[in-house]
């Protein structure tokens, strides 16, 4: 029998409208009067931060915004907001955004308070102690990190991207208000959401996944695949913002007591070499790694293809894996995302770094199927000359 463990101290607040009440929030929870809020430029210029920042001044809060935070944030980054923090004597982070800010806003709080750098976390040279209190807002529909145990950040000086991950680093509060997405660029939607749909995949089929988790995946991924392309198309309908928010809160509690496994582990590589956006990465990956580990396990897949309905129940196991893959490729075509040698920087020549980096990540362990070096050169060889004969069967 097959035992595990599932946790999340995370308070969830659902609703359009929530991001205005946080002041009463935070008085519940006694956090203290000093905020940091982390954000990212973007999210600052699209007008998001400024009525947070003013609600809790106004209730009598001292705030100080930081945003310097690049996208797939850096370990500079997050050590240039930890001495702000600690400057500041912030009681508190809040986090406002998507990834790039939640995860940023994560390692400040872990950073600040405590010293030392993100490397000597996830390298293990550190305890998780003594975390100030995270509150995220999600802005965008992917990440899933305002229920997350980890933050991924990216250690500049070796582009290696560290997972930082503990239970103390889950939020003590989760405000998804939708309408902070309606102003979401199309291109960021479909990225974001690919994401979500990705930790939903790899959370229920990792070796590490346990029933709860798999019972959110599987809500994740018919929610996601059914809302995202009316989220893309238009980003002012509220029912598909509210669903995609949703979509990607199950997929983060899918994977958050679970793990990623090997679409992440390429796609964190890719992000750290190039900067690609990790959505994207994700979805150049998802349909190769899916033909990859169907031939490990054909009667999961196959149900994963009925989850999201690109398949029937009358159809063979045979017939649901290739829908699966059809399926997921002509869902990512519709959301405009490009291949993988059409993304700015890729060369055939880096694919070796590529697969060291995707084999040094410690969510390789966790893919379905076992994965070796030679695996991740077809599958990335696969992806980049979008083949999608049977895996076995790679050729230019």
Known sequence: MKTYSYFCSTQIEMGIGKAKQLPEMLQSLEIGSSIL????PGVVRAGLVAPIKTALETAGYR????????QNPRDTDCLEGAKIFHDFTADAVVAIGGGSAMDTGKTIALCGPNGGTPSDYADGLRAYTNIAPIICIPTTAGTGSEVTRSAVITEKSTHRKMTLKNASLRPILAVLDPSLTFSVPSAVTAATGVDALVHAIEGYTCKVTNPISQALG???METIVSALPIAFRDGQNEKARHDMLEGSLLAGLCFGSADVAAVHCLAEALGGLYDTPHGVAN??????VLRFNAEEDKQMHAT???????????DTEDMAVE?????????TDQLKIPKLKDLPGVQEKDFPRIVELAMQNNS??????????ADYLKILENAYYNVHSNFKEVSR
């Open 37 to 40: 809020l982390v954000s990212d």
């Open 63 to 70: 705030t100080l915004l930081f945003d310097s935070i690049e």
């Open 218 to 220: 599987a809500k994740a």
């Open 283 to 288: 979805a150049v990956f998802l349909p190769h």
């Open 304 to 314: 994963l293809a009925r989850y999201m309905k690109f398949a029937n129940d009358s």
């Open 323 to 331: 829908k699966l893959i059809e399926g997921i490729t002509s869902f």
């Open 364 to 373: 390789t362990p966790s893919n379905v199927r076992s994965v070796t070096s």
